[in-house]
């Protein structure tokens, strides 16, 4: 299957660093993917908090291995993959999702960064990486919706440091420059929306202080080509079996057909491997 993205997206995320694909996902899906984040036991038993610098917080869950799951589907459906490798050029697997939620009038800022500015440190050699940003939400200026500097993936790698509070952000004398002659852009998405975003694209997000949840499931991917030197708290090289775009609903249906928590599709994100210490981008 190609890649979802036509000529003019394609050709926008290599001269952006980011491409927003409207309707990626559709109503059904992406009422699957929100009911599996809020009701899936294997999510809601694993939620952590990143603090922010001040007083908000994001509630979150990480997952290594996308599983069967709703959400593991998402992650391996064809739609989605080959996107990913028709942007990153060759073969890809599947290096970690994330749920980041931000709760009304609570959620919590981050600040500008590179996701490479992380993975780098974790022997990942090329920045031949990329996530992709699904809305289970609307996410809009309001509720602290992503933005990204348009283009400033071809910044390459800025240097990272730790700031106050728990997170490490890129160097600010260096975005404030980059800010002179880039575009900030605000990623205003509705539920299914996809973001898709290189790993060197410096991105943020305000503070949730709205009536309105703003939940993402954010799904990463490296490589095939740029297997991690080092072992770390996110997967080296491990093949991804990609499925067919419907077993997002099919799953969906199992999902639905659960008739305790026992039965639902608890082995998608086995609680060792949820890291609720580590910073991943
Ligand atoms: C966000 O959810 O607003 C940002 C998440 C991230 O950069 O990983
Ligand atoms: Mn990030």
């Known amino acids: 299957m190609p890649s979802v993205l036509s000529p003019d997206q394609r050709a926008?995320?290599?001269?952006?660093?980011?491409?927003?694909?409207?309707?990626?996902?559709?109503?059904?899906?992406?009422?699957?993917?929100?009911?599996a984040m809020e009701q899936d036991p294997a999510i809601r038993g694993h939620f952590y908090n990143r603090g922010d610098n001040d007083g908000g917080n994001t509630k979150m869950a990480l997952w290594n291995h996308p599983g069967d799951s709703v959400y593991g589907m998402a992650a391996r459906c064809l739609r989605m993959v080959d996107t990913m490798e028709d942007?990153?050029?060759?073969?890809?697997?599947?290096?970690?999702?994330?749920?980041?939620?931000?709760?009304?009038?609570?959620?919590?800022?981050?600040?500008?960064?590179?996701?490479?500015?992380?993975?780098?440190?974790?022997?990942?050699?090329?920045?031949?990486?990329?996530?992709?940003?699904?809305a289970l939400d609307c996410?809009?200026?309001?509720?602290?919706?992503?933005?990204?500097?348009?283009?400033?993936?071809?910044?390459?790698?800025?240097?990272?440091?730790?700031?106050?509070?728990?997170?490490?952000?890129?160097?600010?004398?260096?975005?404030?420059e980059a800010q002179k002659h880039l575009e900030t852009v605000y990623a205003e998405m509705d539920p299914g929306d996809v973001l898709l975003f290189h790993c060197n694209t410096l991105h943020r997000s305000d503070q949730n202080r709205s009536e309105f949840r703003r939940w993402t499931m954010i799904c990463c991917y490296n490589a095939a080509r740029n297997d991690p030197y080092l072992d770390h708290h996110h997967p080296r090289y491990t093949p991804l079996q990609k499925v067919a775009d419907d077993a997002i609903k099919a799953a969906g249906l199992a999902f639905a057909?659960?008739?305790?928590?026992?039965?639902?599709?608890?082995?998608?994100?086995a609680p060792s491997e949820i890291r609720a210490k580590r910073d991943s981008g």
């Not at 926008?12 to 009911?35: C, H, P, Q, T």
């Not at 500097?149 to 509070?165: A, F, I």
């Not at 057909?257 to 994100?269: L, N, T």
């Open 87 to 134: 942007l990153l050029g060759g073969e890809v697997y599947h290096y970690h999702s994330k749920l980041t939620a931000k709760e009304p009038f609570e959620g919590g800022a981050w600040e500008w960064h590179q996701d490479y500015g992380y993975w780098y440190h974790n022997g990942c050699l090329f920045p031949l990486m990329a996530s992709a940003m699904i």
């Open 257 to 269: 057909g659960a008739e305790d928590e026992s039965a639902f599709m608890v082995e998608a994100v």
């Open 139 to 176: 996410s809009t200026r309001e509720n602290g919706c992503l933005q990204v500097l348009k283009g400033s993936h071809l910044l390459g790698r800025v240097e990272h440091r730790l700031l106050d509070g728990e997170q490490m952000g890129a160097d600010l004398q260096r975005v404030e």
């Open 12 to 35: 926008a995320y290599d001269a952006d660093g980011y491409v927003i694909v409207r309707g990626f996902f559709d109503a059904e899906e992406a009422a699957l993917l929100k009911r």
